[in-house]
């Protein structure tokens, strides 16, 4: 029997994008949170004397010029040598992007799987075939699994692979694949990388995403780490995750249906807080937080947004014991309709509500929206087009987001002027 770790998605000192515009963030915290993410994955392995570990992709951020995270990454993999632990990376397009990558120097027990073709190492002490291939480019679009090796007979078989499978939202399509593919080899288990949200694909043979091992926006919520991977000696495969992150991204999405007051509406908060505190394994917690609903209280917070985003934030930090950051704030209000609430809406106001209520309820108005304001896109600066805050009016969940966010703006701009619900 022999056990090993699958992790992929290191995004080693990953820098948290503009994180420091944000008031009260946790900015050191973030800034050292994939090292100590990584530290941690360094620490199970040795504690559970695991026979190696495998890394699927993406090790790195991109192109890094500075060779500090190269030899933090060294000293750690150091660490592991010095514990009889061999490791095996198959470098995935963050890494093909990184001049690191191509400079940096190993210690010796780490296996970079080559980047031009297919490639087996034997561990002889345990009688596994490692298979993998690293990307030689950043946008690697062929299915590199169809040039696999067939299985070693008489080994335990693991295939190493950064890929989009059959495709993820949010994720480049590099080296697709099929789960067709994947059970054709006859491997007793596929370690994969790439996508950020770890999934079983299949349980047997198993085929898994292990997911990043540190959360670094918004999006990448929940429990994030690496595969605890056993073989006893019939063969059978064993996966069991385990936790390295150090902070943790979180949603919280509070129902303010029938809400009478804004107050109302915050408590309602605090008792969704408390539960994301608890399941949260006592790590510090970012929290984005979505308030909507039809609600009485629609006017009260509409018309003074800026007072209950901080009576929301204030009752984060008393709630979380000063161990939680709200990092933004979404209203996406309604008031009522219907026999038992008459009230319609008029004026200018009642119809801008109107109107990004059908946007937030019909997907396909959101894409004509897109399309609508793509001569606008045109004339914007550089900096509106490129990185992390370029527009994506093609993509009707940004459209969405924008929208909820600019809602409060509009309304209250819109009665200050004297226009009324």
Same mark, same amino acid.
């Given at each position: 029997?022999?056990?090993?770790?699958?992790?992929?998605?290191?995004?080693?000192?990953?820098?948290?994008?503009?994180?420091?515009?944000?008031?009260?963030?946790?900015?050191?915290?973030?800034?050292?949170?994939?090292?100590?993410?990584?530290?941690?994955?360094?620490?199970?392995?040795?504690?559970?004397?695991?026979?190696?570990?495998?890394?699927?992709?993406?090790?790195?951020?991109?192109?890094?010029?500075?060779?500090?995270?190269?030899?933090?990454?060294?000293?750690?993999?150091?660490?592991?040598?010095?514990?009889?632990?061999?490791?095996?990376?198959?470098?995935?397009?963050?890494?093909?992007?990184?001049?690191?990558?191509?400079?940096?120097?190993?210690?010796?027990?780490?296996?970079?799987?080559?980047?031009?073709?297919?490639?087996?190492?034997?561990?002889?002490?345990v009688?596994?075939?490692?298979?993998?291939?690293?990307?030689?480019?950043?946008?690697?679009?062929?299915?590199?699994?169809?040039?696999?090796p067939?299985?070693?007979?008489?080994?335990?078989?693991?295939?190493?692979?950064?890929?989009?499978?059959?495709?993820?939202?949010?994720?480049?399509?590099?080296?697709?694949? $099929? %789960?067709? *593919?994947? @059970?054709?080899?006859?491997?007793?288990?596929? /370690?994969? =990388?790439?996508?950020?949200?770890? !999934? &079983?694909?299949?349980?047997?043979?198993?085929v898994?995403?292990?997911?990043?091992?540190?959360?670094?926006?918004?999006?990448?919520?929940?429990?994030k780490?690496?595969?605890?991977?056993?073989?006893?000696?019939?063969?059978?495969?064993?996966v069991?995750?385990? $936790? %390295?992150? *150090?902070? @943790?991204?979180?949603?919280?999405?509070?129902? /303010?249906? =029938?809400?009478?007051?804004?107050? !109302? &509406?915050?408590?309602?908060?605090?008792?969704?807080?408390e539960?994301?505190?608890?399941?949260?394994?006592?790590?510090?917690?970012?929290?984005?937080?979505?308030?909507?609903?039809?609600?009485?209280?629609?006017?009260?917070?509409?018309?003074?947004v800026?007072?209950?985003?901080?009576?929301? @934030?204030?009752?984060?930090?008393?709630?979380?014991?000063g =161990?939680?950051?709200?990092e933004?704030?979404?209203?996406?209000?309604?008031?009522?309709?219907?026999?038992?609430?008459?009230?319609?809406?008029?004026?200018a106001?009642?119809?801008?509500?109107?109107?990004?209520d059908?946007?937030?309820?019909?997907?396909?108005?959101?894409?004509?929206?897109?399309?609508?304001?793509?001569?606008?896109?045109?004339?914007?600066?550089?900096?509106?087009?490129?990185?992390?805050?370029?527009?994506?009016?093609?993509?009707?969940?940004?459209?969405?987001?924008?929208?909820?966010?600019?809602?409060?703006?509009?309304?209250?701009?819109?009665?200050?002027k004297?226009?009324?619900?």
């Amino acid at each position: 029997m022999f056990t090993f770790l699958h992790a992929a998605d290191i995004h080693l000192d990953s820098p948290f994008h503009k994180l420091d515009r944000y008031e009260g963030a946790p900015v050191a915290e973030f800034r050292q949170a994939t090292r100590r993410a990584f530290e941690n994955l360094v620490r199970l392995a040795i504690a559970e004397k695991v026979a190696f570990v495998i890394i699927a992709g993406d090790l790195y951020d991109g192109d890094w010029k500075d060779y500090n995270t190269g030899l933090y990454l060294v000293s750690r993999m150091g660490a592991l040598r010095d514990a009889g632990i061999p490791v095996f990376v198959a470098a995935g397009n963050h890494d093909a992007a990184s001049a690191i990558t191509k400079t940096l120097r190993f210690p010796e027990n780490v296996t970079l799987f080559p980047a031009h073709h297919p490639a087996t190492f034997l561990v002889e002490k345990v009688g596994a075939a490692l298979h993998g291939q690293s990307f030689a480019t950043p946008a690697e679009k062929r299915d590199l699994s169809r040039g696999y090796p067939p299985a070693v007979p008489g080994r335990c078989n693991i295939g190493v692979l950064h890929t989009c499978a059959s495709g993820r939202e949010g994720h480049e399509p590099y080296a697709p694949c $099929s %789960l067709e *593919v994947l @059970r054709n080899k006859g491997y007793d288990y596929w /370690a994969l =990388g790439h996508v950020h949200q770890r !999934e &079983v694909l299949q349980e047997d043979p198993p085929v898994v995403f292990s997911g990043n091992t540190q959360g670094r926006h918004a999006k990448e919520t929940g429990a994030k780490g690496c595969y605890l991977v056993s073989v006893d000696d019939h063969g059978r495969i064993g996966v069991q995750f385990r $936790s %390295l992150d *150090v902070v @943790r991204w979180a949603t919280a999405r509070v129902d /303010a249906g =029938g809400a009478e007051s804004g107050y !109302e &509406v915050v408590e309602r908060f605090i008792r969704h807080l408390e539960e994301l505190v608890v399941e949260s394994d006592g790590l510090p917690l970012a929290v984005r937080v979505e308030v909507k609903g039809e609600t009485l209280a629609c006017d009260e917070i509409l018309s003074d947004v800026d007072r209950w985003t901080n009576e929301i @934030r204030s009752a984060a930090v008393e709630s979380g014991g000063g =161990g939680v950051w709200v990092e933004k704030i979404a209203f996406r209000l309604r008031m009522p309709v219907g026999d038992r609430f008459p009230h319609v809406p008029g004026g200018a106001v009642g119809e801008l509500l109107h109107l990004l209520d059908e946007l937030d309820a019909d997907p396909g108005s959101r894409v004509e929206l897109g399309a609508e304001l793509a001569d606008l896109e045109k004339k914007l600066p550089r900096e509106l087009k490129t990185g992390p805050e370029a527009l994506r009016l093609e993509d009707e969940h940004w459209l969405g987001d924008l929208l909820a966010q600019v809602r409060p703006l509009l309304v209250r701009r819109l009665l200050r002027k004297g226009d009324a619900l």
